[in-house]
Structures are given as structure tokens and as C-alpha cells.
């Protein structure tokens, strides 16, 4: 019983077990039921909510399909997720499945679901809030935006007008910029400024203190040139040739002002620099150069211009030359203070006359020099042909050149009267002349009256000088040199007064060799003074040896007559040792290398008439002097026999001969008289080859056979030629 009990009450806790699974899977299964269910409503829900959103997003005129057709294809939950969520949660709570837990979960999980709707509510109503606000917001820009636009409507409609008035003005202010730039562009090519004006136009007083011109000067007158350039192409436009020819107009007669009052300025400068010793700046060379390019565009005015500069420069060139002569300068004496001593006053002038021509041309240089511009324009032939520095030097200097000459002839001619000193201080006169003639000419054309006014004081310094060589030599033609005896070792010398002639041909050699490196005069001026100082002074000393030996031979003759205490050839030794005394002193000097070659040929004309004369008196002494005639007239002629002629005799030619032999070793001159040991060489050598001459020719004559004299006509003949040349060598 107990047993079946038991196993009743198995099956009745089998059944249990069994029925309160059939009951928890029945609930399970009505719980998975409602939560589909609820789910399913809730997601409807959502979908309507969001069809119903986007039906308001879309705007007006959506019809119910959309709505049906949101909902339909909605999206489906997953219910097996959202059991496993349950079930994790019912899990989490609850370990053992009761009927009273399932009651239990059913109502948990109907309040987390009413709780869940209620949170989706709050929710929900706070997104239909801000929805509201969104809405109400958009509605209030929308109207805004409606009066806004009708406000621009209402401001179009003002403005419309104002904006065209704006676009006139700025069509306006483009024409205006237009016209201001065509004004500006007429101004720059077409007008000078007021200031231009001025300085081209203000004319000042030509006083030293104001000779200055504007620095906006030039410029000025270089913008007047353009503008007259632009009016002669704005003249070719028929339509702007009045225009053109007005401006134009305008422009000369600004350019007129502008060069007269240039040419004013100009004249004054040049003025100002004359008196102030022309000391010219870089400043004032520049602008002078400047002006004399702007002159040169009007060649009239430029001429008339360089005039007045001449004039003035001539006049104060003559005041400060006079000055200088008379006052003297700062720092210096006057030039006539040395006038007691003729080269240095004559020195001091042509220096300062020198130191003038140089600072003119300087100035001239500086002034009206070619700076390479003037090319840039196009010269006239007359223009070319005007050179305004050779005008203004041709003419500057005829200030001094007649004081200047005046007083250099002056000094030359009371140079010529002088006796004592008067040939060389007129040679260096002359050389000094030469020298500034020179120097001069390579500063001043050939033509200007300064070079013509040195060209005839150089001219009078050679006659002034001619004048005092030929007043010195004058006195030696009356001077007798002869001396008083002819016996005595030193009676044939040459006298003193010889000597003393000579000596101032040597001063002036000695000058002439100090001078001739810084000389510039020319060679062939130099050589003729020397000459015409030699000549002067040297000639007539000749000339005096010469009476000196002719007295000399004539008191001999009527003296001493046939006497043996002097040699008959005594004037003529004389007249050797003078010559040679005359000449030694002039071969030291290479200028004097002409008068040498003169005194040489007549010391060998001497000598040689001398040892002629002495050889040909022992010729005819011997008797071999008529046999050497015969002889020389044989062998011109050329025909007859020698031996049969009575005169020519062999045993009278072979005595001859030997006499002549034995003459050359006891009478031979030995020529003591004769001082210069060279001359007395040549001589002796001319008397020996005059013997040995002779000898040798009257020797071969007869050895010749065609002179008829034999075979032996040798042994007739004691000596030959070469005898003779030892007896003479030995002597």
C-alpha cells in the first residue's frame, strides 16, 4: 500500500513535474507571444512616428500609400535576440523556475516594459518639444525672410536710380582721368614750369658779383629744345598746326632770352677770369664748356660773342703786361728794375710773355676745348671753318707786341754799340730770341702778331749780333800782329794780342756747348750764328796773320837780305804757328767743326807750299831740278831719246843725283821754327817725299830703255832711291 503510495505519489510528482513543464513551456511560449506582440505594436509605432517625421520633411501633397508602404517595409526585430536578452536577465534573477516565479517574471517584465514605454514617452515628448521649437523657429525665418526680401524689393526700387547716377559719375570720372592725363602728357611734352621760366629769362647785372647762372639754367634750355623738336612734329598735323606754331613761338622766343643772356654771362665769366689771372675751377670749366655748346648752336652770336671776349681779354692782357713792366706784381719786382742788364730784361719779358701765351691757351683749351658733344649735332661748313681759339689767341696777344718790340730793339741796339761783352750777350740775345720763337710758335699759329713780332726781333738780334762780331773783328784788321824780331826760340810764336782775339771765339763756343742741350731753336739757326761768329772773329784774325807775314817777309828782304840767321820760309812758319794756335782750341767744340775743316786745308796749303819751296831750292841747288823737267817733258811727250839730249848727259844727271844725296844729309831744313811738333812732322815728311819724287823719277828714266842709256847705266849711278830715303831718315 505504502509502496503504491509511492509510486502514486512518483506519478503524481512525475505529473506534476511533467504538467508544470507543460505549464512553464506554455508560458514561455504565451510570454514570447505578447512580447511579439508588444514588440511588434511598439516597432508599428515607430514606424508611423518616423512615417509621419518624414511625411512633414517631405512637404505637402504626400498621400496615405507612402504611410502604408513605410510601415510595411518597415524593419522586424529579432525576436531570438530579444529572448536571449530576456532570458539573460530572467536568469540573472531567478535560478529555478516556479509557477509563482513565472507569475513573479510576468509582472517584472510588464512593469520594465511599462517602464520602458514611459521612458519612451518622456522621450518622446521631449523630441515633440524641440520638434515644436524647431517648427516655430522656422517659422520665424521664414517670415523673416519674407520681409527681408520685401525690404530688398522695397531698396532695389530706391537704389535703382542712385545706381545709375553712380555709373554716370564713374563713366564721368574715367573721362576726367582720361583728360588729366592728356593734360599731363601735353604738359611734359609741351610746357616748362614757371621756374624754367625764370631762369631762362631773369636777367641780372653783369657785375663780378653776380655772374653766376641758375643751376636749373641748362636744363631749362634743354627742355625748351625738346619742346620745340615736339611742336615741329605736332606742326605736320594739319589739325594741330596752329597749336603747334604757337608753342613754337613761344619756345624761340624763350631760347632768344635764354642765349642773349648766356652770351652776357659768358662775356662777364671771361672778363672776370682775365683780371684774376685765369684761375678757373672745375665748377666754372664746366659750365663754360656748357655754354660754349649752347653758343655754338647760333654761329652768329657765338662769333659776336668769342669778339667781346677777345677785346676784353686783349685789353687786360695789355693792362697786366704793363703792370708787370712798370708796378710789378704781388711778390715779384718790376721787369724794368733789371733793365741795366739787357739778357735778363730781355729774359724776364718774352717769359712773362711766355707764361701768358700758356695760361690763354689753357683757357682756350678749357673753354672752347672739344669735349666730344659737339659731334652729337650737325656743324656748318662755316662753322667748321671758325676756330674760335685761334681767333681769340691770334688776336689777344696784339696787346703786347708793340711795347714788347720796342723795347727788345732797344736793348739790341744799344747791345751792338757795346764794345766790351757786346758779341756774346748778342748771341745769347739771339739765341734766347730763337729759343722763344720756337717754344712759342709750338703754342701760336705762324700767322698771329705775337709770332710775326718774335719772328723780326730774332731776325734783329742776328743783324744786332752780325753788328758786334763784324765791330769786335774790325779792330784786329788794324792791329799788326808781325813780331818784332825773327831770331830767338819763341820769336815765330803767336802774339798775345792773337790770343785775346781768339779767346772770345772760345766763350762763345763754350756758350754755345752749355746752351745747345735746352736750346729749342733749330740746328740751322744755331749753325748760322756760329758761323757768322766764327767768320766774324776768326776771319779777320787770319787776315792779320797774313799782312803779319807779308811784313814779315818783306823786312827780311830789305833786313836781313841773303843773312842765314832766319830761314826765308820764317813768315811762313809764323803764319803755320799762328794758324795752329787758332785752330787746337776750336777742334774741342763740335759746332766749330767747319771753320776746323777751313784752318786744316790752309795749315796744309801752308806747309806744303813750304816744303815744296825748300825742296825744290835743294833741287835746283843739286842741278837735278832742270834734268826732273826735261825728264817730265820726255815722258809726256813721248817721243825722242833722252841720252841723246846734251842737257840730259849721264855722267851730269849721275852727278846731280849724287850731289842731291849728299845735300839731303848736310843742308836739309829742320824746320825748329815751326812749334807744333805734328805740323813740323808733315812738313818735314812733305820735304822728303817732294825729294825721293824726284829722285825715284829721274832714277827710272834712265833705267828705262826707251831713254837710250845702255845696259849699264846702273853702274853709272853711285845710289838709288832707297839711299836717299835712308840719308833723309837718318837726318
Not at 215 to 242: G, H, M, W, Y
Not at 613 to 635: C, F, I, K, R
Not at 681 to 686: K, Q, V
Request: with cysteine.
Amino acid at each position: 500500500m505504502r509502496a503504491t503510495t509511492s509510486a502514486t505519489t512518483r506519478a503524481t510528482t512525475t505529473t506534476s513535474a511533467t504538467t508544470s513543464a507543460t505549464t512553464t513551456q506554455a508560458l514561455a511560449s504565451g510570454f514570447a507571444r505578447r512580447i511579439d506582440r508588444a514588440l511588434a505594436l511598439r516597432l508599428s509605432d515607430d514606424a508611423v512616428v518616423g512615417s509621419r517625421t518624414r511625411d512633414d520633411e517631405g512637404g505637402e501633397g504626400d498621400d496615405g500609400g507612402e504611410t502604408t508602404s513605410s510601415r510595411a517595409t518597415a524593419p522586424r526585430v529579432d525576436l531570438a535576440t530579444c529572448v536571449r536578452a530576456l532570458s539573460d536577465i530572467l536568469s540573472s534573477q531567478h535560478k529555478t523556475t516556479t509557477p509563482c516565479a513565472s507569475v513573479n517574471v510576468r509582472a517584472a517584465v510588464e512593469r520594465r516594459g511599462l517602464a520602458l514605454n514611459e521612458s519612451f514617452l518622456d522621450a518622446s515628448l521631449m523630441a515633440q518639444t524641440k520638434l515644436s521649437q524647431v517648427e516655430a523657429t522656422l517659422a520665424a525665418l521664414d517670415g523673416a525672410r519674407e520681409r527681408m526680401q520685401r525690404a530688398l524689393d522695397g531698396s532695389k526700387q530706391k537704389t535703382s536710380a542712385l545706381l545709375r547716377e553712380a555709373e554716370r559719375a564713374s563713366e564721368d570720372l574715367r573721362s576726367i582721368e582720361s583728360r588729366r592725363e592728356l593734360v599731363k602728357s601735353f604738359a611734359v611734352d609741351f610746357q616748362i614750369t614757371k621756374a624754367q621760366v625764370d631762369a631762362l629769362t631773369t636777367v641780372e647785372d653783369d657785375s663780378a658779383a653776380s655772374v653766376d647762372l641758375p643751376a636749373a639754367f641748362f636744363p631749362a634750355l634743354e627742355r625748351v629744345k625738346v619742346i620745340q623738336s615736339n611742336c615741329s612734329r605736332l606742326t605736320k598735323d594739319a589739325d594741330q598746326q596752329r597749336a603747334g606754331l604757337q608753342m613754337l613761338d613761344a619756345m624761340t622766343s624763350y631760347a632768344e632770352t635764354a642765349h642773349e643772356k648766356l652770351r652776357r654771362w659768358f662775356v662777364a665769366k671771361c672778363r672776370m677770369l682775365a683780371e684774376e689771372d685765369d684761375f678757373i675751377t672745375e665748377g666754372d670749366e664746366r659750365t663754360l664748356r656748357k655754354a660754349v655748346r649752347e653758343l655754338r648752336s647760333r654761329p652768329t652770336l657765338f662769333r659776336a660773342s668769342v669778339e667781346e671776349v677777345t677785346r676784353t681779354r686783349h685789353n687786360a692782357l695789355f693792362r697786366r703786361f704793363i703792370t708787370a713792366l712798370t708796378r710789378g706784381s704781388v711778390g715779384s719786382k718790376p721787369l724794368e728794375v733789371h733793365a741795366h742788364d739787357p739778357l735778363r730784361y730781355v729774359g724776364d719779358m718774352l717769359s712773362w710773355v711766355h707764361a701768358a701765351v700758356a695760361s690763354e691757351r689753357e683757357f682756350c683749351d678749357a673753354v672752347f676745348g672739344d669735349d666730344g658733344q659737339a659731334s652729337d649735332r650737325d656743324v656748318s661748313e662755316g662753322e667748321l671753318a671758325f676756330d674760335p681759339a685761334k681767333e681769340l689767341l691770334g688776336k689777344v696777344f696784339d696787346a703786347v707786341c708793340r711795347p714788347l718790340k720796342v723795347r727788345v730793339e732797344q736793348v739790341l741796339a744799344s747791345v751792338s754799340s757795346t764794345s766790351e761783352g757786346g758779341v756774346m750777350t748778342a748771341y745769347k740775345l739771339a739765341h734766347l730770341l730763337m729759343f722763344y720763337y720756337a717754344t712759342l710758335g709750338d703754342l701760336l699759329d705762324d700767322g698771329s702778331a705775337l709770332i710775326k713780332a718774335v719772328r723780326d726781333l730774332r731776325e734783329s738780334s742776328k743783324t744786332s749780333f752780325a753788328d758786334a762780331v763784324a765791330q769786335h773783328g774790325g779792330k784786329y784788321k788794324k792791329l799788326s800782329l808781325a813780331p818784332t824780331t825773327v831770331s830767338g826760340d819763341d820769336a815765330l810764336a803767336p802774339p798775345a794780342a792773337l790770343r785775346d782775339g781768339l779767346s772770345n771765339a772760345i766763350e762763345l763756343l763754350d756758350a754755345v756747348s752749355t746752351s745747345a742741350s735746352s736750346a729749342a731753336a733749330s740746328d740751322d739757326e744755331t749753325r748760322e750764328l756760329i758761323a757768322l761768329a766764327l767768320n766774324g772773329l776768326i776771319d779777320p784774325i787770319l787776315l792779320a796773320v797774313e799782312a803779319a807775314s807779308a811784313r814779315m817777309t818783306d823786312q827780311i828782304k830789305s833786313v836781313i837780305g841773303s843773312s842765314a840767321d832766319a830761314p826765308k820760309w820764317a813768315p811762313d812758319a809764323f803764319a803755320l804757328n799762328c794758324l795752329y794756335a787758332i785752330r787746337e782750341p776750336l777742334r774741342s767744340h763740335a759746332s766749330a767743326n767747319v771753320k776746323v775743316n777751313d784752318l786744316n786745308r790752309a795749315i796744309s796749303k801752308k806747309l806744303t807750299e813750304v816744303a815744296d819751296a825748300e825742296a825744290g831750292a835743294l833741287l835746283a841747288a843739286t842741278g837735278l831740278s832742270d834734268a826732273l823737267e826735261l825728264v817730265v817733258l820726255y815722258q809726256e811727250q813721248g817721243n825722242g831719246i833722252m841720252a841723246n839730249d846734251p842737257a840730259l848727259r849721264i855722267d851730269q844727271v849721275a852727278n846731280a843725283l849724287s850731289a842731291l844725296v849728299d845735300a839731303a844729309g848736310t843742308k836739309a831744313p829742320e824746320f825748329e821754327s815751326i812749334q807744333a811738333p805734328s805740323v813740323r812732322r808733315d812738313i818735314a815728311m812733305r820735304y822728303n817725299e817732294r825729294l825721293v819724287e824726284a829722285y825715284t823719277r829721274v832714277y827710272a828714266a834712265l833705267l828705262t830703255p826707251s831713254s837710250g842709256y845702255g845696259a849699264n847705266v846702273r853702274e853709272k849711278i853711285r845710289h838709288g832711291p832707297d839711299a836717299l830715303s835712308t840719308v833723309l831718315g837718318e837726318s
